[in-house]
């Protein structure tokens, strides 16, 4: 029965409609009098009245392309009608057309799935999304920090700080959705929101709304027209710790990269936790699957520290491919070089896991090298040959992002993933 409310006042598609019915009598009026078929009813008076002619052909012909035009115009105003309301005010209808061509190319993309956290993953993300919608992210949620750490204490929620970034990353909603969503309330507004983002507190209370936070995760995925989907590795309440070197523990991943120690293993508690059902099903059926980049030992070695997450990498026949970062981080990675980030993976889950390592040969700008030196960072030595003495393929290039920060170009970085999978 709701196909009958396009008959309602205001709907502004009834007078197309009619044109459009109009032009197929008319067609179908005008066949019928080429095959000398009409016969019954107000057509066919028509008809015979059409035929006592000395010559029907050229009212034939008349009358099918008069139908033609009216279908053709019927149908074209009815679209602009329907398209006129469902677009947001000021929009160009001509955009539909490149939007659905635009969805259904993405749609026909490679699956690509993309592990991480933080930074690091949505700079991928964002350049990925350009070449597929069959984007899977799966994220950490052993942040306990900032904004995340607040609301996992205060309200009990998995941290949606790295869920948040990954969100907005993938977004296909107005550029203003996705700034709202990223917005940090800062000094001046109420002090129990100062620190925290609006996309952190809004899934935090859908999560509370939805009943758990993966729906939450789905449902403001909806809201920003997402491409992809964005899962948590787990539903679990982990938490990140690290053994040093020097035989101390380290608590919480706030607190990893404050210590001055160089980390010998990260692990999480509790150590066996169930991953997401539908994280293993992406894996499963991917073509390639994406490790980083972003911090080693707070971003991409927690995800994998999920047992199920790891042996479904290592069975599948997807193409498996590691990022190595840019630059160091300082108490994390302090003097590794991108042999030592592979190294650091394999010592943690074993071989499988990897097929391809990322690297950046491009130089970094002296005047940004210069402000990371003085934060403790430079950049990761591109160590080629022992990457492949690991009997790994390197894939080497100039990644790096012309802008004020080192880190990786979410353009180049695709199109180097996409030209792996494609051999």
Same mark, same amino acid.
């Given at each position: #029965?709701?196909?009958?409310?396009?008959? &309602?006042?205001?709907?502004? $598609?009834?007078?197309?409609?009619?044109?459009?019915?109009?032009?197929?009598?008319?067609?179908?009026?005008?066949?019928?009098?080429?095959?000398?078929?009409?016969?019954?009813?107000?057509?066919?008076?028509?008809?015979?009245?059409?035929?006592?002619?000395?010559?029907?052909?050229?009212?034939?012909?008349?009358?099918?392309?008069?139908?033609? *035009?009216?279908?053709?115009?019927?149908?074209?105003?009815? #679209?602009?009608?329907?398209?006129?309301?469902?677009?947001?005010?000021?929009?160009?209808?001509?955009?539909?057309?490149?939007? @659905?061509?635009?969805?259904?190319? +993405?749609?026909?993309?490679?699956?690509?799935? *993309?592990?991480?956290?933080?930074?690091?993953?949505?700079?991928?993300?964002?350049?990925?999304?350009?070449?597929?919608?069959?984007?899977?992210?799966?994220?950490? @949620?052993?942040?306990?920090?900032?904004?995340s750490g607040k609301l996992?204490?205060?309200?009990?929620?998995?941290?949606?700080?790295?869920?948040?970034?990954?969100?907005?990353?993938?977004?296909?909603?107005?550029p203003l959705m996705q700034? +709202?969503?990223?917005?940090?309330?800062?000094?001046?507004?109420?002090?129990?929101l100062v620190g925290h983002?609006?996309?952190?507190?809004?899934?935090?209370? #859908?999560?509370?709304?939805?009943?758990?936070?993966?729906?939450?995760?789905?449902?403001?995925?909806?809201?920003? /027209?997402?491409?992809?989907?964005?899962?948590?590795?787990?539903?679990?309440?982990?938490?990140?710790?690290?053994?040093?070197?020097?035989?101390?523990?380290?608590?919480?991943?706030?607190?990893?990269?404050?210590?001055?120690?160089?980390?010998?293993?990260?692990?999480?508690?509790?150590?066996? $936790?169930?991953?997401?059902?539908?994280?293993?099903?992406?894996?499963?059926? *991917?073509?390639?699957?994406?490790?980083?980049?972003?911090?080693?030992?707070?971003? @991409? +070695?927690?995800?994998?520290? $999920?047992?199920?997450?790891?042996?479904?990498?290592?069975?599948?026949? !997807?193409?498996?491919? &590691?990022?190595?970062?840019?630059?160091?981080?300082?108490?994390?990675?302090?003097?590794?070089?991108? /042999?030592?980030?592979?190294? !650091?993976?394999?010592?943690? %889950?074993?071989?499988?896991?990897?097929? &391809?390592?990322?690297?950046?040969?491009?130089?970094?700008?002296?005047?940004?090298?210069?402000? &990371?030196?003085?934060?403790?960072?430079?950049?990761?030595?591109?160590?080629?040959?022992?990457?492949?003495?690991?009997?790994?393929?390197?894939?080497?290039?100039?990644?790096?992002?012309?802008?004020?920060? *080192?880190?990786?170009?979410?353009?180049?970085? /695709?199109?180097?993933?996409?030209? %792996?999978?494609?051999?």
């Amino acid at each position: #029965m709701n196909a009958l409310k396009w008959l &309602y006042p205001g709907m502004r $598609v009834k007078r197309w409609l009619l044109i459009f019915i109009a032009g197929v009598i008319l067609v179908a009026l005008g066949f019928s009098m080429l095959m000398n078929r009409v016969n019954q009813g107000f057509l066919g008076a028509l008809g015979r009245e059409l035929r006592n002619v000395d010559n029907p052909l050229p009212w034939s012909i008349i009358a099918i392309g008069a139908g033609i *035009a009216a279908i053709t115009f019927g149908f074209r105003q009815v #679209m602009r009608s329907v398209t006129s309301a469902l677009l947001p005010e000021g929009d160009d209808n001509g955009k539909v057309v490149s939007i @659905v061509h635009e969805r259904r190319q +993405l749609r026909r993309g490679p699956k690509i799935v *993309a592990i991480g956290g933080g930074t690091g993953l949505s700079t991928l993300l964002r350049g990925i999304k350009g070449f597929t919608s069959n984007i899977t992210a799966i994220v950490t @949620v052993a942040d306990d920090g900032g904004s995340s750490g607040k609301l996992r204490r205060e309200m009990g929620v998995l941290p949606p700080g790295d869920i948040r970034n990954c969100l907005v990353a993938l977004a296909d909603a107005e550029p203003l959705m996705q700034k +709202l969503f990223q917005y940090r309330f800062k000094g001046d507004d109420p002090p129990e929101l100062v620190g925290h983002s609006f996309g952190n507190l809004f899934i935090a209370t #859908m999560s509370e709304i939805a009943g758990d936070f993966e729906r939450a995760i789905k449902e403001s995925s909806k809201i920003l /027209a997402v491409r992809g989907q964005v899962l948590p590795s787990t539903l679990e309440d982990v938490s990140l710790h690290a053994e040093l070197e020097d035989g101390t523990t380290v608590y919480g991943e706030s607190n990893i990269s404050k210590s001055k120690t160089r980390i010998r293993r990260v692990f999480i508690k509790p150590e066996h $936790v169930e991953p997401v059902g539908e994280a293993i099903e992406a894996i499963r059926n *991917a073509d390639i699957i994406v490790l980083g980049p972003g911090s080693l030992f707070t971003s @991409v +070695l927690p995800n994998l520290l $999920v047992k199920g997450i790891t042996d479904e990498i290592r069975r599948t026949r !997807a193409i498996k491919v &590691y990022v190595c970062n840019v630059m160091t981080q300082p108490g994390e990675t302090d003097g590794f070089t991108a /042999a030592d980030h592979v190294r !650091a993976i394999l010592g943690h %889950v074993g071989w499988g896991v990897i097929d &391809y390592v990322l690297v950046n040969c491009g130089s970094v700008p002296e005047h940004l090298l210069e402000r &990371y030196r003085k934060e403790g960072a430079q950049q990761v030595v591109a160590d080629i040959e022992d990457i492949e003495r690991l009997g790994l393929k390197v894939v080497k290039g100039d990644f790096i992002c012309e802008t004020d920060f *080192a880190r990786h170009d979410p353009g180049k970085l /695709a199109r180097a993933i996409i030209k %792996v999978l494609n051999g």
